[in-house]
Nanobody, 126 residues
Framework: QVQLVESGGGSVQAGGSLRLSCAVSGSGLSRRCMAWFRQAPGKEREGVALISKTGTTVYADSVKGRFTISQDNAGNTLYLQMNDLMTEDTAMYYC????????????????????WGKGTQVTISS
């Protein structure tokens, strides 16, 4: 079982930066596909960025060039550096990790059987 706890959300003005963290804990930890998702009020959940167990990163077009996903060497913390924030980035941000490790790593492949954090709110004002 893996537990995920997000932190680092807050309220900033457009053009500002935030760094989200996701603390990973639990038993049987190993490198796995991990990602950040977000959900704005009245909208569907959107995949923002992922990092594979080998370190390959993928970004949604809406954040490419502004957001960077990374993790520490031990794999215990996942980060999302968010720069040049826009009002459209306002959402609840969630950390997710694969529970079934043999799948191809992809944002569209995460589902309810994977591990999810409870989220951290990001609010961008104009």
């Amino acid at each position: 079982q893996v537990q995920l706890v997000e932190s680092g959300g807050g309220s900033v003005q457009a053009g500002g930066s935030l760094r989200l963290s996701c603390a990973v804990s639990g038993s049987g930890l190993s490198r796995r596909c991990m990602a950040w998702f977000r959900q704005a009020p009245g909208k569907e959940r959107e995949g923002v960025a992922l990092i594979s167990k080998t370190g390959t990163t993928v970004y949604a077009d809406s954040v490419k060039g502004r957001f960077t996903i990374s993790q520490d060497n031990a794999g215990n913390t996942l980060y999302l550096q968010m720069n040049d924030l826009m009002t459209e980035d306002t959402a609840m941000y969630y950390c997710a990790a694969y529970s079934r490790l043999l799948r191809v790593c992809g944002l569209s492949r995460f589902d309810g059987d994977d591990y999810w954090g409870k989220g951290t709110q990001v609010t961008i004002s104009s």
